[in-house]
Nanobody, 119 residues
Framework: EVQLVESGGGLVQPGGSLRLSCAAS????????MSWVRQVPGKGFEWISD????????AYADSVKGRFTISRDNAKNTVYLEMNSLKPEDTAVYYC????????????WGQGTQVTVSS
């Protein structure tokens, strides 16, 4: 059974930091590019960041560039999102997603973890 399980979300004050994790199982994690995508209730999905299968290439949305860092540990089948200098507009449900082809067409999704940035 394929699973992507996010963790690490929560309530944080503006300017604070969180580290999200996404643990994968049931597929060959090291063969998939991984992405983080977020959704604000009532709004569409926003792509945040992705990392290629080896971890050697990353990309970020302009809205998070310089504040968020994506990384992966293929030995642990886990992808991370380090989020710093958080803003209220970063409040959303954060999802990790797996992409075999690297084209942005996701094969697997996690269940999401809530991040709330508020004082």
């Amino acid at each position: 059974e394929v699973q992507l399980v996010e963790s690490g979300g929560g309530l944080v004050q503006p300017g604070g930091s969180l580290r999200l994790s996404c643990a994968a199982s049931g597929f060959t994690f090291s063969s998939f590019a991984m992405s983080w995508v977020r959704q604000v209730p009532g709004k569409g999905f926003e792509w945040i960041s992705d990392i290629n299968s080896s971890g050697g290439s990353t990309a970020y949305a302009d809205s998070v560039k310089g504040r968020f860092t994506i990384s992966r540990d293929n030995a642990k089948n886990t992808v991370y999102l380090e989020m710093n200098s958080l803003k209220p507009e970063d409040t959303a449900v954060y999802y990790c997603a797996a992409d075999k082809s690297g084209s942005g067409s996701y094969d697997y999704w996690g269940q999401g973890t809530q991040v709330t940035v508020s004082s």
